[in-house]
């Protein structure tokens, strides 16, 4: 089994920034993808970033140029380097892990930004 530990939410003004950490634990394997998703009150849960075990990177449009996903092999964990934030990227930002057919989700961590 795999367990995800998010950490780094919290509340920011507009134009702040914000570091997310999650970190994998359990049957890890070499090769997998992880990311971050978030889900707004209403809304679907959307893609924010993800990332290859070999370090390839896909960014959803809307966070372009403001974020950066980043990882540590050895450690097991995913970063998200959130600058520039704006309103509306208030959410719950889950960590995601897919390794060969499953996806493992993190609990969420809130981030909230002010206006």
């Known amino acids: 089994q795999v367990q995800l530990m998010e950490s780094g939410g919290g509340l920011v003004q507009a134009g702040g920034s914000l570091r997310l950490s999650c970190a994998a634990f359990?049957?890890?394997?070499?090769?997998?993808?992880m990311g971050w998703y978030r889900q707004a009150p209403g809304k679907q849960r959307e893609l924010v970033a993800l990332?290859?075990?070999?370090?390839?990177?896909n960014y959803a449009e809307h966070v372009k140029g403001r974020f950066t996903i980043s990882r540590d092999n050895a450690k097991n964990t995913v970063y998200l380097q959130m600058n520039s934030l704006k309103p509306e990227d208030t959410a719950v930002y889950y960590c995601?892990?897919?390794?060969?057919?499953?996806?493992?989700w993190g609990q969420g961590t809130q981030v909230t930004v002010s206006s």
């Open positions: 995601s892990l897919v390794q060969r057919t499953t996806t493992y």
């Open positions: 990332i290859t075990s070999g370090g390839i990177t």
């Open positions: 359990g049957s890890i394997f070499s090769i997998n993808v």
